[in-house]
């Protein structure tokens, strides 16, 4: 089994950046996509940004030009640079892959806080 631990999440002002990892463990030979998701209070969990196994990105209109996706197949880490940062992303954020079969594994999450 996959387990996922993310880290750099915090308290932060807006226009401040944070860069978030996620160290992947385990069974990760049949992972395909590495991302990230959050979910803020009142809303839905959502995609932010997922990188394919052969390095194919892609965000959330909401985050494109801000935020940055990669990922290091021999650390087994993905990280998420973000950047101009708003308070409306402020959210707890999740470390995410999804496996051959279709299935998603989780990490615990993150809290971002982008103060103003």
């Known amino acids: 089994q996959v387990q996922l631990v993310e880290s750099g999440g915090g308290l932060v002002q807006a226009g401040g950046s944070l860069r978030l990892s996620c160290a992947a463990s385990?069974?990760?030979?049949?992972?395909?996509?590495m991302g990230w998701f959050r979910q803020a209070p009142g809303k839905q969990r959502s995609l932010v940004a997922e990188?394919?196994?052969?390095?194919?990105?892609t965000y959330v209109d909401s985050v494109k030009g801000r935020f940055t996706i990669s990922r290091d197949n021999a650390k087994k880490m993905v990280y998420l640079q973000m950047n101009s940062l708003k308070s409306d992303d402020t959210a707890v954020y999740y470390c995410?892959?999804?496996?051959?079969?279709?299935?998603?594994?989780w990490g615990q999450g993150t809290q971002v806080t982008v103060s103003s």
């Open positions: 385990g069974s990760i030979s049949s992972i395909n996509n």
């Open positions: 990188v394919t196994s052969s390095g194919i990105t």
């Open positions: 995410t892959v999804t496996f051959q079969w279709g299935a998603r594994a």
